[in-house]
């Protein structure tokens, strides 16, 4: 019984890995696209900065997973954050003033999340393992 429980891990964390990498390789695609739709416009706005940023911050995720094994939970936070952000710029003339407060509150909330998610992780930190 233990050997089928290794080697249903080891299968498990070589999906994981695969899977990781597959993100990765689309996310370099995306930006790949999305700069090559730049040169072709000749232009930068700041809704493709943005955009650039959350894919970077994708790639840093993946990595980050890739070598401790742990995802901070502030990461996806901080992508969504700026997707929201980049919703807003992208769609603010044709957005009423509710959708708008909505957005915004989103944000706010969000960022609320990861104060206390900081707050909490520095007055109740984790306690070291052994396998850590």
Same mark, same amino acid.
């Given at each position: ?17 695969? #899977? %990781?990498?597959?993100? *990765? ?6 930006? !790949?696209?999305?700069?090559? @739709?730049?040169?072709? &416009? ?6 493709d ?5 959350? /894919? +970077? ?5 993946? *990595? =980050?997973?890739? $070598? @401790? ?7 996806p %936070?901080?992508?969504?954050?700026? &997707? ?5 710029? %992208?769609?603010?003339? @044709?957005? $009423?003033?509710?959708? =708008?407060? !909505?957005?915004?509150? *989103?944000?706010? %909330?969000?960022?609320?999340?990861? +104060?206390?998610?900081?707050? #909490?992780?520095?007055? /109740?930190?984790y306690?070291? $393992?052994?396998? @850590?």
């Amino acid at each position: 019984m233990n050997n089928i429980n290794k080697y249903g891990t080891k299968a498990i964390v070589l999906a994981e890995n695969i #899977g %990781l990498i597959i993100i *990765a390789f689309a996310t370099v695609i995306a930006v !790949g696209t999305e700069v090559y @739709s730049m040169i072709v &416009a000749r232009a930068v706005t700041l809704a493709d900065l943005l955009l650039l940023f959350i /894919y +970077l911050e994708v790639l840093a995720m993946v *990595a =980050m997973y890739l $070598d @401790s094994g742990k995802l901070p939970v502030r990461m996806p %936070l901080y992508i969504a954050i700026v &997707a929201l952000a980049r919703y807003m710029i %992208l769609d603010m003339k @044709s957005m $009423d003033n509710w959708r =708008m407060l !909505g957005v915004s509150g *989103a944000i706010l %909330l969000i960022a609320i999340a990861i +104060l206390v998610h900081r707050y #909490g992780h520095t007055v /109740y930190p984790y306690k070291k $393992d052994e396998n @850590s």
